[in-house]
């Protein structure tokens, strides 16, 4: 496999392709299994794992982190979630503090919100530049956020500190080439 990587905003590169853990962690059965994918896909060259507080409420990071205890972190790009209602600053600080528990390091490489919610950007972005002058994540994004929301956000931060807005798209589910990839491309 080929280390591809893309240029994120702030000049940092991430893997092209990466591990997804959505449903992982649910069945203890496939625990080892699972354990063994996600190595095998890292001595692959997928160093990129995606995981949210949200996959079986901590299972999945949970999973990720008996997955790569045995790797060297520097070799990894590690993303997690944090649920909406978590985003704010009543919350957002034990959320990312539990996901870097469970998932056994200091820091995340990339924090996102994970969908769009009822705190105030202007918070949610607060908290994350917080995090990272605490070292606690590298830096952050967002995901699932339509045009019109990456434009509030937009206005919240006026520049590039939000990295990423991780949205679903396949050949399936290609609405974002309508008005977000547009939007965003400019």
Not at 21 to 35: C, F, K, L, Q, V
Not at 152 to 163: A, H, R
Request: with cysteine; hydrophobic share 40%.
């Amino acid at each position: 496999m080929t280390n591809r990587t893309v240029k994120l905003p702030d000049g940092t590169r991430i893997p092209a392709i990466g591990q997804g853990t959505w449903h992982m962690g649910d069945d203890p059965d496939r625990r080892a299994s699972e354990i063994e994918a996600l190595r095998t896909g890292v001595a692959c060259g997928m160093t990129l794992i995606d995981t949210a507080e949200m996959y079986g409420e901590g299972a999945a990071e949970r999973l990720v982190g008996e997955a790569i205890a045995p790797l060297d972190r520097d070799e990894l790009f590690l993303v997690s979630k944090v649920y909406p209602h978590n985003a704010g600053r009543a919350h957002i600080f034990d959320s990312c503090h539990a996901s870097l528990d469970r998932l056994g390091t200091g820091a995340l490489d990339l924090y996102l919100l994970h969908w769009r919610g009822d705190v105030p950007l202007a918070e949610t972005v607060a908290c994350m530049e917080e995090l990272k002058a605490r070292g606690r994540i590298r830096s952050w994004g967002v995901s699932n956020l339509d045009t019109a929301d990456m434009e509030e956000l937009f206005e919240v931060t006026g520049d590039t500190s939000c990295l990423t807005d991780q949205v679903l798209y396949h050949l399936g589910s290609r609405g974002v080439e309508y008005d977000l990839l547009p939007w965003l491309q400019q």
